[in-house]
């Protein structure tokens, strides 16, 4: 029965390679120029997505599935509309690619080492790798989103500062926008080019509102444009009430990222703890000879 069971693995260990190779050299032909943009630093392997893709596109992966659409929603986001579809391709034949890969290898452990506990392993790895492929853009939507919270009091501040020095809107939004390189300083500058190529004001702000994803500077803009017909007086009054909600959710930020700081260290603690555990444990299991 056990001879079986290693028989078994390793002729699904060979099938599975034989589909690898094939999606391998066809992924390669068809989809080389495909992942040949992408950044090595970031995509380590881009060069094996090949496979991830030529499965996709052989069990016709339709990419309308619910999860699907709220990843390409984020990935907009960071990438733009433009090339949001094309990056979160990438990200799902990452996830094929590493998943397919590690549990095809893990099926040939179990009969060259007699254990099956390394095809549960396997499928534990290619779990873990699939979830930190998956939170690559959660992760990068999160990191934008604090950025953004983090920098949002000091742009209101500045602008209310040149507002009610005189300053319109428009002129202390260009003013501001260079006053950084972070990302809000980033989506500031695109709206500006975009005010410059033609399109309205109160479009444009809408526009960094949206592309910035944040409640808060969602919120902001809409009101902004309410704002942007009454004079400067009460839109210095709007700007200095704003930058108070931001300082008081960057405060919020402040104490969620030391929260999570706090549980982050307790996963080495636990671990040195029960490494003491076990340091005190075998000798006297040892001595009393169990």
Known sequence: MENMGRFICVGVYFILLIIWIIAAFYGNKRYAEYVKPLNKKKFLFKTYYVVGLAILEWIKYPFDFEIDKKRIKQAQIIYGKKFADYYYRINVAE????AYTIIMI???FYPILNDPIFILAGLFAAGILVYYTDTKIVSVIDERDESIIRDFPQVLSKMALLINAGMIMSEAWKSVSTTGESVIYQEMVKTESDIENGMSEVDAYASFGERCGVFSVKKFTS???Q????GNKELVEFLTKASYDSWEEKKHLVRRQGEKAANKLMIPLGLILVGIFVM????IVGNLGI
């Open 95 to 98: 996830k094929v690619t590493y």
């Open 106 to 108: 893990s099926l040939l």
């Open 223 to 225: 009101m902004l444009v």
């Open 227 to 230: 704002n942007l017909t009454k």
């Open 280 to 283: 005190i444990l075998v000798p």
